[in-house]
């Protein structure tokens, strides 16, 4: 099951509020270190501010490289 802070994580992934997103999956981590999800969700967190995935983006990451 996920963590409290992992699904608060998500809301705030879906709108697009990427520093508390970020915050929430390193609370997550903090309490399950080894959660490769939140490393990810951090990650694309990371990306996405770098890149807006624009206002009709529907929370779904699309792998651009293999």
Not at 40 to 48: G, N, P, V
Request: with cysteine.
């Amino acid at each position: 099951f996920p963590s409290h802070d992992m699904s608060s994580g998500l809301g705030k992934y879906r709108k697009q509020e990427w520093d508390k997103a970020k915050a929430a999956f390193s609370e997550a981590l903090k309490a399950h270190p080894g959660d490769k999800l939140s490393k990810i969700y951090i990650e694309r967190c990371d990306y996405f501010q770098k890149n807006s995935p624009g206002e009709t983006w529907d929370g779904v990451w699309v792998m651009k490289e293999k």
